[in-house]
Nanobody, 117 residues
């Protein structure tokens, strides 16, 4: 069983920065893709950033140029560096892992990010 544990959320003023972490444990393929999704109140969950096993990245239009996804393979940890935060970035941020070998998808419990104006 794969477990994903997010941390690093909190309250920050507009223009500030936060770094989220997602620690993965359990057995999963090295071909797995990891991603950050977010869900604001009353809105659908949306992709913020994705990182493939080859190191390719992609970002949602609303966070491009401000957020950076990365990973530490040795620590099985993924990060989301969020800069120039805006009130509209307020959401619960979820870590996601998709394993193409088992065709299974896993989610973390989420971490709240609140950006005040």
């Amino acid at each position: 069983q794969v477990q994903l544990v997010e941390s690093g959320g909190g309250l920050v003023q507009a223009g500030g920065s936060l770094r989220l972490s997602c620690a993965a444990s359990g057995r999963f393929s090295s071909f797995s893709t990891m991603a950050w999704y977010r869900q604001a109140p009353g809105k659908q969950r949306e992709l913020a950033a994705v990182l493939t096993s080859s190191g390719a990245t992609n970002y949602g239009d609303s966070v491009k140029g401000r957020f950076t996804i990365s990973r530490d393979i040795a620590k099985n940890t993924m990060y989301l560096q969020m800069n120039s935060l805006k009130p509209e970035d307020t959401a619960v941020y979820y870590c996601n892992l998709e394993d193409p070998i088992t065709a299974r998808q896993y989610w973390g419990q989420g971490t709240q990010v609140t950006v005040s104006s």
